[in-house]
């Protein structure tokens, strides 16, 4: 496809959203700064003030039946992946956000689930997606009680399109983090069923580099703009949305350091 014809098609997340999504995969040429513009100030990461997940706790919630038959596989390989990256070099990297009283540690992943009701429909909003999570934590034993360490991370099955803020998977957004109340932290991934959030990798690749990236700014800015950001670049995995590393047997994305003033 045309240069033109990307940049045509490119949709802008509202600001106010722009902080929690993980963006589509564009070309590097398409985003480059136009001649005669100047191009933003350097990253800097700032503490907003807010909560920060010292130890996170991963559920991982699969919606839909099909995470019990063709995508079964899938599912387990991401439950795999968590299990690895929540006592990786990854969480490592994220002790420079550390602030007295709040040491950013390894977590785990504490269980999973398959929710069969309520069915989907071909288009699911961040409301349905909030309505879900909090009948299931208050109806479904096998869900853990919301702590401040707590994350749930919603997968949704192929053929399912998301909407939040405005904007729609596979045309403004690739997944995105959130908190109901300031007290329930999730994240929900939308399948990867377009180029613009395959970014050229395998479907369990595009997962893991996106997964890790909601993961990373979940920790560091858990309700969005309340914990460490950047009010032109946005979270730590904003800033380098895309650019991904091999961590293990798993596909990564690389995160800002304010300390290397660079993606790492």
């Known amino acids: 496809m045309a240069i033109e014809t990307v ?4 949709v802008i997340p509202a600001r106010e959203d722009a902080i929690r999504i993980v963006p589509l995969h ?4 398409v985003v480059a700064t136009a ?30 039946p099909a995470w019990q038959a063709g995508q079964a596989q899938l599912a387990g390989q991401l439950n ?17 956000y550390d ?8 977590g785990s992943r504490i269980g999973t689930a398959t929710i069969l009701r309520p069915g989907l429909r071909r288009t699911v909003s961040d409301s349905a997606v909030r309505h879900m999570l909090q009948q299931e934590i208050a109806t479904n034993p096998a869900l853990p009680q919301p702590t401040a360490n707590t994350l749930y991370f919603v997968f949704l ?20 983090h959130d908190a109901i109340n300031g007290q329930i932290f999730y994240a929900v991934m939308p399948f990867p069923g377009c180029a613009g959030c395959l970014g050229g990798l395998s479907t369990l690749d595009a997962l893991t580099s996106t997964s890790s990236h909601e993961l990373c700014e979940s920790i560091t800015d858990p309700v969005p703009g ?38 790492v």
């Open 26 to 29: 564009v070309p590097d040429e």
């Open 157 to 176: 099955p192929t053929g399912v399109s998301l909407t939040q803020g405005g904007g729609r998977s596979c045309l403004t957004f690739c997944g995105y």
């Open 226 to 263: 309340q914990g460490w950001s950047d009010d032109v670049h946005g979270e730590i995995g904003d800033i380098c949305a895309w650019k991904t590393k091999q961590l293990g047997p798993y596909t990564v994305q690389l995160e800002w350091s304010n300390a290397a003033s660079s993606c």
């Open 35 to 64: 001649p005669g513009v100047a191009p933003p100030p350097a990253p800097q990461l700032t503490y907003r003030g807010g909560p920060l997940m010292t130890a996170a706790q991963v559920f991982t919630l699969f919606w839909g």
């Open 7 to 10: 940049r045509d098609q490119l």
């Open 99 to 106: 602030r007295p009283g709040l040491s950013i540690g390894y």
């Open 80 to 96: 795999s992946f968590f299990d690895f990256i929540l006592t990786s070099p990854l969480i490592d990297q994220l002790k420079e």
